[in-house]
């Protein structure tokens, strides 16, 4: 008989079991396994709104299967409604916040095993974080993406708007078309429609076998993703059964697996931080070294935004994810050994799918026919990141570019001057002290990034900083520059006018001042004053770790 981590751990005294009678435990269920419900529903953003019915048909699921189920709250930020702001220094930290609830409501309770749900970007990787820390049974169920927008018979994403405001400040725009792009961009519940944060976290968390098979790229608003967190609930009833725990899944080739996964759809430069997270929680050696490793090898082979033409759902009608794999595994660049949720190999869950992409379909290429033949997200390395940096060169002809340096001490600074068309072709855009310790909370620069796109220059400015990128951004853009300035990295160092050099094919970020000058420059530099001494940003600021051991705040 399965028997509850209470009751083995002694805890269902008559006492105890007088608070669970009164949330609606009957004499039977006190054998059952108590399991966490985890969710991140909120009206704050778009990607979260829908996720209540998803709880509660995993709920009714987890009951009809013998388990008790026991649902909390977790929190949530929206990236797209903060971005730009001061509030999108709580954006990272809000991926500790979720960990640290989940842990927090599971252990404290001591439940058998949970189920979270989430949409937003932070919500995915704070869930497997936790899921790694306490290492009892586990899935993810996302939200689901949403449906893409519409105007004059183009798709919108969220990131249309963003751009319309470089498009306006440059005159390619009027203020009407800016209004028809906003009004229409977003048509619903679901997280951003390209392969931005969300979708990419999706489809890695699917990939190391924590959600089911078909399930990152589903719609928000369709009937299959609410008979998805039915199923989950099911299999993770039986997960507990059988005793199938995250750590016996996030082994380092699961990890592997998700690079190469993320590398062949495109996805975002934050998958390189939550991925290097997630491998320090579950103790797996993984560094920012092997996504450079594994890009040299797999190709980009899905055509979608930010930098391509299609969104999720187009991915998801084209074979989704597993469509995805079964055309990796088959080049002998997936590990097909690695089990998920279900008890099942890779080589397992794939094997009926087919071996080409469907025809009549333009979304999912051939591995000899890719989009370009190595990965998207390169590393980059030089004096201006020993610790190494993250760039994104989809969509770029010429990822190579040396420039004078526009030194900007903020994102808001930056903003100021492209949107005063101040930025010309050819520079190199430094924006410091943006960084895990120095924002604090390392915010995204999709406004900047956005403006500068949206005024023409995406493929002549470079733009570096010791902050992140959103999803959505591309262009030649080189984030999680560490170390950061305000641990007194190279970055800080730069003056108006220095020549640096931005080299991908070489793997090169390099500040063309020669050494003396440097060590010149950093015995005058001074550590700044925290920007925040107390409250949540006060102590992340105190606690996190570098980028290039994904900003986390749990390092032993």
Request: charged share 20%; net charge neutral; hydrophobic share 40%.
């Amino acid at each position: 008989m399965l028997r509850s981590r209470a009751i083995t751990q002694g805890i269902q005294r008559s006492p105890n079991r007088a608070m669970l009678r009164a949330v609606g435990f009957k004499d039977e269920d006190f054998n059952k396994p108590i399991v966490g419900i985890a969710n991140g529903f909120s009206t704050i953003t778009p990607c979260n709104v829908g996720l209540n019915d998803l709880a509660k048909r995993a709920e009714e699921a987890i009951r009809v299967a013998g388990g008790m189920p026991q649902m909390f709250g977790t929190i949530t930020v929206s990236d797209g409604i903060s971005m730009g702001t001061e509030g999108m220094k709580y954006s990272l930290v809000s991926r500790e916040v979720i960990a640290d609830a989940i842990e927090t409501a599971c252990n404290g309770q001591s439940m058998d095993g949970v189920l979270a749900i989430g949409g937003c970007d932070k919500n995915m990787p704070g869930a497997i974080i936790s899921m790694a820390r306490m290492n009892i049974p586990a899935i993810f169920v996302y939200g689901g993406t949403i449906k893409p927008g519409r105007l004059n018979g183009c798709d919108l994403t969220v990131v249309s708007a963003f751009e319309a405001v470089g498009q306006l400040t440059s005159g390619k725009i009027n203020e009407e078309r800016l209004i028809e792009v906003e009004k229409n961009a977003i048509p619903g519940a679901g997280s951003c429609g390209g392969m931005f944060t969300a979708n990419t976290m999706s489809a890695a968390i699917e990939t190391m076998g924590l959600s089911l098979p078909y399930s990152s790229t589903m719609a928000a608003e369709d009937a299959e993703k609410a008979e998805n967190s039915s199923k989950s609930a099911q299999v993770l009833v039986n997960a507990i059964i059988e005793d199938i725990r995250p750590l016996d899944l996030l082994t380092r080739e699961a990890f592997e697996n998700a690079i190469s996964v993320i590398m062949a759809v495109g996805g975002s430069t934050n998958a390189v931080l939550h991925l290097l997270a997630i491998a320090q929680t579950a103790e797996v050696e993984l560094s920012i070294d092997d996504f450079e490793k594994i890009r040299q090898k797999v190709p980009v082979i899905c055509d979608l935004k930010p930098s391509g033409k299609y969104v999720t759902v187009d991915l998801h009608k084209s074979g989704g994810i597993p469509q995805v794999m079964k055309l990796l595994l088959n080049a002998g660049l997936l590990h097909g050994d690695c089990r998920n949720i279900e008890g099942k190999t890779l080589r397992e869950v794939l094997k009926d799918v087919p071996s080409i992409p469907p025809s009549g379909q333009e979304v999912i290429r051939s591995i000899d026919n890719p989009i370009y033949k190595k990965g998207h997200l390169a590393i980059l390395k030089g004096n201006l990141a020993t610790e190494g940096s993250v760039a994104k060169i989809s969509g770029i002809k010429n990822p190579i570019l040396t420039g004078p340096a526009r030194v900007f001490e903020s994102e808001e600074e930056c903003l100021k001057a492209i949107l005063k068309n101040q930025i010309s072709s050819g520079d190199v855009v430094v924006i410091r002290y943006e960084g895990p310790i120095g924002g604090p909370g390392m915010r995204e620069m999709l406004s900047p990034t956005s403006a500068i796109v949206g005024q023409g220059l995406g493929e002549k400015v470079a733009l570096i900083t010791d902050g992140r990128f959103s999803g959505g951004t591309y262009g030649l853009v080189v984030g999680h520059v560490a170390p950061e300035a305000a641990s007194g990295g190279t970055i800080a160092l730069v003056e108006e006018g220095d020549s640096i050099t931005v080299d991908a094919v070489k793997k090169l970020i390099q500040l063309n001042v020669d050494e003396i000058e440097l060590e010149n420059r950093r015995q005058k530099w001074e550590k700044p004053t925290a920007r925040y001494k107390t409250g949540i940003l006060g102590k992340y600021c105190r606690l996190v770790s570098s980028a290039s051991q994904g900003a986390t705040t749990d390092r032993a």
